[in-house]
């Protein structure tokens, strides 16, 4: 049987339906008899699901403009430290 470790660490994976058959059985075993890797299953399918159920939002776009000048900004700045270096850490 697959250890909590095990299936926390596939858990997406399962949700994604990209693990061999073998593996999804050894998921459901566990699943069925653990109440923590349940929760933490319910959970994660649960924010995928109302996820997908609402639109994104979409950003007004001088907030839009605003914030890619910011992000820019602090790339710039984030360059410039590492150019400079060596005294910061």
């Known amino acids: 049987m697959m250890t909590c470790k095990e299936v926390l660490e596939s858990l997406s994976e ?3 339906e990209d693990l061999k058959a073998d593996v999804v059985q050894a998921m459901h075993q566990h699943i069925g008899v653990c109440s923590e890797c349940r929760a ?3 959970t994660l399918t649960m924010t995928i699901k109302l996820y997908r159920h609402y639109e994104t939002p ?3 776009a001088p907030c839009h403009d605003r914030l890619v000048k910011v992000l820019e ?3 710039m700045k984030k360059k410039a430290g ?3 270096s060596g005294s910061e850490g």
């Open 40 to 42: 933490e299953f319910d």
């Open 73 to 75: 900004l602090e790339k």
């Open 14 to 16: 399962f949700v994604d």
């Open 58 to 60: 979409q950003m007004p």
């Open 82 to 84: 590492q150019s400079s």
